[in-house]
């Protein structure tokens, strides 16, 4: 029972690669959300899926794309990374919308040195 | 203004007695409201969602909802070591209908 499945688990990336994070779902979940963390700052939605087809800017989108490849993948991708970029990054997914309990991935831990 | 705010803690509550959490938003019409425990190192998981005001009781955990006075507490009766962590208060936001979250309270049960 996998639940939501990240990948990878940690990365360090020099200032200016692109990298992809990949997250994945076995739940029939609808909905499908990319949060960084930051120490002091709770979680912050960068973009959201409400439904298979539709993506949406969260809270802070700035230097981030998603594509919601079907119902199950949700990827985040870096394209020129900056140190601003350093933090752990969370996908979860929910049956329906927000105000449905939300499942988390393991995070990844990302650097950008 | 933050738009929900916790108290950054850390907590330090004794073995076997009660720990209150805090969190105040700022949403007049929010109508939806969870508390996450996440442990060091580790994803969160949702522990309690309540929607009206009042008090709702699960196990040893209670949520308490104020919406006239815009705070949301976890009461945690018998605290147990196990219940150290970093608990999350989040709000169903009235304008993208999106969870805004709390920086969290680090909670420390000492044996």
């Known amino acids: 029972n996998a639940g939501v499945t990240q990948t990878p688990k940690f990365q360090v990336l020099k200032t200016g690669q692109s990298m992809t994070l990949q997250c994945a779902q076995d739940m029939n979940h609808n909905s499908m959300y990319w949060y ?4 002091g700052m709770g979680l912050r939605l960068i973009y959201y899926s409400a439904s298979e087809g539709t993506t949406d800017k969260g809270e802070v989108p700035n230097g981030y794309n998603v594509s919601r490849l079907n119902k199950r993948e949700f990827s985040l991708r870096l394209e020129s990374a900056a140190p601003s970029q350093t933090s752990v990054y969370f996908c979860a997914s929910s049956e329906l919308a927000a105000n449905t309990e939300a499942f988390f991935g393991q995070g990844t831990r990302l650097t950008v040195v | 203004q933050k738009e929900v705010e916790q108290n950054s803690g850390p907590l330090s509550v004794p073995e076997g007695a009660i720990a209150s ?19 060091s190192g580790k994803s969160p998981e949702l522990i309690m ?31 147990q070591p196990s219940d150290s962590a970093t ?19 680090k909670l420390i049960i000492k044996p």
Request: hydrophobic content about 30%; some cysteine.
């Open chain 1, 36 to 39: 960084r963390q930051d120490p």
């Open chain 2, 21 to 39: 959490l805090n969190c105040t938003y700022s949403d007049r019409v929010s109508q939806s409201f969870f508390w996450y425990r996440q442990y």
């Open chain 2, 49 to 79: 969602s309540i929607y009206s005001n009042g008090d709702k009781e699960d196990g040893r955990f209670t949520a308490q909802l104020n919406k006239a006075s815009q705070y949301v507490s976890l009461l945690i009766r018998d605290s």
């Open chain 2, 87 to 105: 608990y999350l208060c989040a709000v169903l936001s009235t304008s993208n209908y999106q969870l805004i979250w709390g920086a969290g309270t």
